[in-house]
């Protein structure tokens, strides 16, 4: 699927009313369709079934677009290191509490291994004094570590 494929199917999808409702709950984004999280999550399981590597090479231009990329990251099929690589380079471009915790949120754990490396991440995280890396840190802590 191409960038400009996607856009497209986006502005299909967008609801007018939900993107206005989101735009206030969702300050800072420049460009906000307004598609519902289950046909984001459809598109997005759709891309990691296909070139998703091709996909995260596309700029981020809308809310939408970083929402698919944080899903793709969190779920496609890839290494451990690959996961942990690609979170790395992805936490710094996230600018808002709905992709930071939706990404958090569907982030595969799948070893001991992602286990031991998310929780240095998420520890190392916390101490960065920037918001939405320290976010990150403890939505990872509270998804996957944090039991009875």
Avoid: Q
């Avoid at 289950?38 to 677009?65: M, V």
């Avoid at 998420?122 to 996957?144: N, Q, Y």
């Amino acid at each position: 699927m191409s960038d400009e494929a996607l856009c497209e199917e986006l502005r299909t999808l967008s609801d007018r009313k939900y993107r206005d409702f989101n735009s206030k709950m969702i300050p800072g984004s420049s460009i906000m369709y307004g598609v519902r999280m289950p046909e984001l999550r459809r598109i997005a399981k759709r891309i990691c079934s296909g070139d998703w590597r091709a996909f995260l090479e596309y700029p981020s231009e809308s809310h939408e677009h970083s929402i698919l990329r944080a899903l793709v990251i969190a779920t496609a099929d890839m290494s451990c290191g690959e996961r942990l690589e690609r979170t790395d380079e992805f936490i710094p471009k996230i600018h808002d509490w709905c992709v930071c915790d939706t990404f958090c949120n569907a982030w595969k754990v799948n070893s001991e291994e992602a286990y031991s490396g998310l929780w240095h991440m998420s520890i190392s995280l916390l101490g960065t004094d920037a918001e939405f890396p320290m976010r990150v840190g403890a939505v990872m802590m509270m998804d996957h570590f944090l039991d009875e």
